[in-house]
């Protein structure tokens, strides 16, 4: 990958790195539901303005209208169902565990992807860079593991089945977004994200209870405005040049961050668990991103 590539992978995972922690802090004052729905509402609007104020991207209904079915897809498959299933599930198990489980992607992403995309073969360095960062992510997780791990297998299968979503939907993007700028998709996804969710939250939510704390809307904008709308600008622009199965990589490094901000804001100890757990995740992320001149690939149009 080149720099700017490796810039913004690395950005993207601290940014989404801390969501799992803020995603715990909202959840004890509302609704999975009010917080997806204002996650994804904060996103879209973040990007709005973005384009608004910018003026150098055609986002006329000319533009949108052959693109609402595929970004319903993707609004649908990766906001509301993982942003819903994970808010939930944190309700029931540590943010430690949610952020593990969602490093299972790139095993999910690395058996769909070449179905559907020719370009994005598995090869061996894929898969022995795969192995070895999920082997890092159970090393470095595994104190949260035997400290919680009895939580409940509910709300660990929601967070499967979220990250399952998340890689269907980065193979989906791939295929069907590419003819929009990143900044369009992501704002496309996100509108369609807040409208269904909304939508169930205003007819199923009696009362609907909003944010009283501010430590809560300072989670939301924080999980808005950075884990949603700078996040996805990044996300869909990656994910156009260095294709899914690298892009599902960047969810080995949430568990990293999160040991890191525990040693330097909690006084957490960081133990050897945590330093080999880090150099494996960091070892995975390089073999998967090496070009290997063993493995030529025939350009096949998708």
């Given at each position: 990958m080149k720099t700017r590539d490796w810039f913004l992978f690395w950005l993207l995972g601290i940014i989404w790195g801390t969501s799992f922690l803020w995603i715990k802090i909202a959840v004890q004052e509302i609704s999975p539901l009010v917080l997806v729905g204002f996650r994804a509402l904060f996103g879209a609007l973040g990007i709005l303005v973005i384009l608004l104020v910018s003026k150098n991207q055609d986002f006329s209904w000319s533009v949108i209208?052959?693109?609402?079915?595929?970004?319903?897809?993707?609004?649908?498959?990766?906001?509301?169902?993982?942003?819903?299933?994970?808010?939930?599930?944190?309700?029931?198990?540590?943010?430690?565990?949610?952020s593990i489980l969602n490093g299972t992607m790139p095993l999910f992403t690395i058996w769909i992807s070449p179905i559907f995309i020719s370009d994005d073969r598995i090869t061996p360095p894929k898969i022995v860079g795969l192995i070895t960062g999920f082997i890092?992510?159970?090393?470095?997780?595994?104190?949260?593991?035997?400290?919680?791990?009895?939580?409940?297998?509910?709300?660990?299968?929601?967070?499967?089945?979220?990250?399952?979503?998340?890689?269907?939907?980065?193979?989906?993007?791939?295929?069907?977004?590419?003819?929009?700028?990143?900044?369009?998709?992501?704002?496309?996804?996100?509108?369609?994200?807040?409208?269904?969710?909304?939508?169930?939250?205003l007819t199923v939510e009696n009362p609907l209870i909003l944010p009283?704390?501010?430590?809560?809307?300072?989670?939301?904008?924080?999980?808005?405005?950075?884990?949603?709308?700078l996040a996805y600008i990044i996300y869909f622009n990656l994910l156009h040049q260095i294709?899914?199965?690298?892009?599902?990589?960047?969810?080995?490094?949430?568990?990293?961050?999160?040991?890191?901000?525990?040693?330097?804001f909690l006084g957490e100890q960081f133990s050897w668990t945590a330093l080999i757990g880090a150099l494996l995740?960091?070892?995975?992320?390089?073999?998967?991103?090496?070009?290997?001149?063993?493995?030529?690939?025939?350009?096949?149009?998708?």
């Open positions: 209208k052959p693109n609402l079915f595929n970004f319903f897809i993707l609004g649908l498959v990766n906001i509301a169902l993982p942003f819903l299933l994970i808010s939930w599930a944190e309700q029931f198990i540590d943010s430690g565990i949610a890092g992510v159970v090393i470095l997780m595994s104190p949260s593991i035997r400290g919680g791990w009895s939580s409940s297998l509910l709300g660990q299968a929601a967070v499967l089945l979220a990250v399952f979503f998340y890689a269907s939907a980065t193979v989906f993007a791939r295929r069907q977004g590419g003819k929009l700028a990143p900044i369009l998709q992501a704002f496309l996804q996100l509108a369609w994200g807040a409208a269904i969710v909304w939508s169930i939250a009283s704390k501010p430590l809560t809307w300072v989670a939301l904008l924080w999980l808005g405005l950075l884990g949603s709308c294709g899914p199965t690298r892009m599902s990589m960047v969810t080995y490094i949430p568990p990293l961050v999160g040991v890191v901000l525990g040693v330097l995740i960091l070892s995975g992320i390089t073999i998967v991103n090496q070009e290997k001149i063993s493995f030529p690939r025939r350009k096949v149009s998708e």
